[in-house]
């Protein structure tokens, strides 16, 4: 018997994948290896939207390449695409893949292809086709996702990802459907419709297609499951797509949203295709549209030629808008984006305005919370609250983390929660019945 183990970075999509590289090397026989077994087989898959994430990787390879000195150790993902070289160098490494050769890993394994050929990276030629890579197992999750399009066509100036991911492609309608009936079929309680921007879905397909179409076309469904949206371009979220979103029966109201900067003169400096007062307006009328929805953004501190007033203008426009949480990234120069040789800010001046908007976006986060409080919501119980026996914990359609006393044969399941109390970070709820 063959045990492997796969070491995942990144985004929901590299999650996605390494779940269908999982399931597909189970299907060929190999088994997850146990804390307490040797893995045959390690596959780590990279990120590299930041420096940190790279040293991340590089930590992580070269603690596997200790730790398993007589497993076959592979590398791949967006890292390994970027410099494949440079991860082939590292000690332990056998072979390095690209992204599209992700997918090809479990027939790789079973090759008798020459060893001696380290590296299998090839460049994106605006013409790959869509790798769908079907996954129905989730170990360890009761929420699934499904990648319905990879790659980017956008250009902003800070940005590798479109050189590691490629043009936009998309799953074709019928793929999605089929898919998720297969995730039905399993009993998820909720499925996650994912892409390294999900607001271009379609684009590629003939007919042209766009996520509203997606939409409408899956509203009738029934479907057995809430869904959720990952990452969406402000720029890309039209009336066409609202008005799909408002009818929509399954949608979980929580929206992500990359804001970057509240300068205009940063936004354009970055090649973001919109501007502050824009964006304002999207999440405005998001807000409107769906009131007790979770809104979070991105945000990018410390971005070549940032002023005092232009980060000031960030903090202030983030302080008056209804965030309910943000994600907070120092600017990280990657190699090959126009961005990469700008004069930088010093290293200490931009950490500390990162954390000066971590600290707004803590406070906005608790507010939203203490909001909840005395309001009933639909909470997907994930499973045992670690180190305290009786209760569970789960996630709220609008993206609250709850702690609530109950069975453990609630896992799994929708229930109806009265949110009851907020302390500590902790939000508690009771289960109607």
């Not at 909720?190 to 076309?217: C, F, K, N």
């Not at 769906?290 to 005092?308: I, K, N």
Request: proline share 9%.
């Amino acid at each position: 018997m063959a045990y492997f183990r796969i070491v995942t970075f990144g985004c929901k999509v590299n999650q996605y994948e390494s779940a269908g590289v999982a399931e597909a090397l189970g299907h060929r026989g190999l088994v997850p290896a146990p804390d307490d077994i040797t893995p045959d087989l390690v596959i780590v898959n990279t990120c590299t939207v930041t420096a940190r994430a790279d040293q991340q990787a590089r930590q992580a390879i070269r603690r596997l390449a200790r730790q398993f000195p007589s497993a076959l150790l592979w590398v791949t993902g967006c890292y390994a695409q970027r410099a494949p070289e440079q991860i082939a160098a590292l000690p332990g490494v056998a072979q390095v893949f690209g992204n599209q050769e992700k997918a090809g890993l479990p027939e790789a394994y079973f090759s008798a292809a020459n060893p001696a050929t380290r590296v299998h990276v090839g460049d994106f030629s605006g013409q790959e086709p869509f790798q769908a890579c079907p996954v129905t197992h989730f170990p360890g999750h009761t929420r699934a996702w499904l990648k319905v399009q990879d790659g980017c066509n956008h250009a902003c100036s800070y940005c590798i990802v479109p050189m590691v991911r490629g043009r936009g492609r998309s799953l074709a309608l019928e793929q999605v459907a089929s898919a998720l009936q297969s995730l039905a079929d399993r009993g998820f309680q909720e499925v996650v419709l994912t892409g390294i921007d999900l607001g271009q879905y379609g684009q590629d397909l003939q007919p042209r297609l766009s996520l509203a179409r997606l939409l409408r076309h899956l509203a009738p469904g029934p479907w057995p499951f809430r869904v959720r949206l990952s990452s969406l371009e402000p720029q890309e979220i039209t009336s066409e797509l609202m008005e799909a979103l408002s009818d929509f029966p399954p949608l979980c109201p929580h929206f992500h949203l990359p804001l970057q900067s509240g300068s205009p003169a940063v936004l354009q400096a970055m090649g973001r295709p919109y501007g502050a007062k824009y964006f304002q307006d999207q999440v405005l009328e998001l807000h409107r549209r769906f009131p007790g929805a979770a809104l979070g953004f991105d945000v990018l501190v410390g971005f070549p030629g940032e002023t005092v007033s232009d980060f000031e203008a960030t903090l202030n426009l983030v302080q008056t808008l209804p965030v309910a949480y943000l994600h907070v990234f120092p600017f990280s120069p990657r190699p090959g984006t126009p961005a990469q040789n700008l004069a930088r800010l010093p290293s200490p001046e931009v950490q500390s305005r990162a954390q000066q908007v971590r600290e707004v976006g803590q406070r906005k986060k608790n507010a939203f919370y203490r909001d909840q409080v005395g309001k009933v919501g639909e909470v997907l119980v994930e499973g045992p609250y670690p180190g305290r026996p009786g209760w569970l914990q789960g996630l709220s359609a609008n993206y609250l983390r709850v702690q609530l006393p109950g069975p453990p044969e609630w896992q799994n399941r929708r229930l109806k929660v009265k949110f009851v109390h907020f302390e500590a970070g902790i939000l508690r709820g009771e289960v109607i019945t």
